[in-house]
């Protein structure tokens, strides 16, 4: 089980959007200039306009991190006759309906592997379980999923009408400190990593716990420039401010942070600094926003600010999964977390945009992954409400389309052209 998943009772999107044909990905163009006002044509009151509709189709949504199949695994028996996403799913996050309902047209899907196989071994198998399940879901619904190996896939199964499926690692310490095991990941598909969950391992430090080598050791710098030359994202989420920059220092090709937020804006370890946000034009990478109230609501993040520790403390004392479960229920109400609206997201896109460029955020919601939402992002259908507020903002038409996926795209590119350029 992922540490922040709990069941929630989704609110369904009110206002519906036609199913999700062929897509047009954006053209490149000049962006617009962003202004600061609000424009009242665009208001928010009921659903999104036309216009926002409109822009949020023509181009490519390109989401860093879900987690359903995690919640696929432990709810289901890793099974799709369990539970159909076919259908709709109220105790998902993410089910196709609304996938489509929200003009995804991308999607990383997580490969999570608990940080507790530090301990107990076996992680490597989660991962390839993890892994397995992917595919499996992917060859279940063909209409809808297309495995996507390369940023040229990713365009050319979106202009096709479905859903581009990539895997991302979520947990470096799945390889077990084996760069063959690496590589073996890369071949199966995977095409990011994310270096650390919420626990230090043998060669990187998280962001969570207490840090062992002062960011990455000298073999986590070894598994950056592997990832480089096999053309692996390296996913700078979960990780330490002295990881990040760490590995910002030995990358040859941009990095992403898959689901992680703006520490400016709200002081949870989770999210990135300014400093690294301002390395972040000569990287080319690219932060991709994570939707989670206590990772984006200031009073959240001071509520959650040391969550992973009391997640091991109550599983510590909780070794039953339903205990474990009781005593994170109760902890939950006894911390109330805000949860903010579609602006209090936007604050942060506005803060990485000042501090790194419109070239360098992203979006990645990590549904199915976390327990709390801003008002108004529900589910994977309520994407077009962040289109929206952007438009309400002033941002230009163009500078959307960079914000909700053609930034990724841009990173995954740059990481093949790497690869094929690499010269030890």
Sequence with gaps: MKPIEFTITLALLAATLPPAGPGAIAQTRTPGTRGESVIAKHADSDGPTAEALRIHRAGLLFDGHNDLPGKIRNNADSSFDKIDISKPQKDLHTDIPRLRQGGVGAQFWSAYVPSSTIHTGGGTRYALEQIDLIHRMVRRYPEHFEMAATAADVVRIHREGKIASLIGLEGGHAIESSLGVLRTFHALGVRYMTLTHSETHDWADSATDKPKHGGLSAFGEQVVREMNRL?????????????????????????????????????????????????????????????????????????????????????????????????????????????????????????????????HVGLGSDYDGISTLPEKLDDVSTYPHITQELLNRGYAEGDIHKIMGANALRALRRAEQVAREWKD
């Excluded at 942070?257 to 034009?281: F, G, K």
């Excluded at 977390?337 to 803060?351: A, E, K, N, Y």
């Design 231 to 359: 053309g692996m994202l390296v996913d700078i989420s979960h990780v330490s401010p002295d990881t990040m920059r760490d590995v910002l220092r030995v990358t040859r090709a941009p990095v992403i942070a898959s689901h992680s937020s703006a520490y400016t804006i709200a002081e949870h370890p989770r999210n990135v600094p300014d400093d690294v946000l301002r390395l972040m034009p000569a990287n080319g990478g690219v932060i991709m926003v994570n939707f989670s109230s206590g990772f984006i609501h200031p009073e959240g993040a001071r509520v959650t600010r040391d969550i992973f520790e009391v997640i091991r403390t109550l599983r510590a004392k909780h070794p039953e999964q339903d205990d474990f479960r009781e005593a994170m229920r109760k902890w939950r109400r006894e911390h109330p977390i805000p949860r903010g609206t579609v602006g209090t997201l936007v604050d942060h896109i506005d803060h990485i945009v000042k501090t790194a460029g419109v070239d």
